[in-house]
């Protein structure tokens, strides 16, 4: 479920990219929501590792 939440967010977060640039407000808001998922996923992981 989360892969697919990741996987839709990325796909957003290009065409953002695509239409108004890398660093536009709207590219850089929908890549943090992708890190804060992409984190949701790899924090745990890291502290199960520890």
């Given amino acids: 479920m989360k ?3 990741i996987e839709s967010k990325r796909s957003q977060m290009l065409r953002l ?3 108004y640039g890398f660093t536009s407000a709207q590219t ?3 890549s943090q929501e992708l890190d804060e998922l ?3 996923i790899q924090i745990p992981i890291i ?3 520890i």
């Fill in 3 to 5: 892969r697919r939440l």
């Fill in 17 to 19: 990219a695509k239409k």
């Fill in 28 to 30: 850089v808001r929908c």
């Fill in 38 to 40: 992409l984190n949701e």
């Fill in 47 to 49: 502290r199960n590792k």
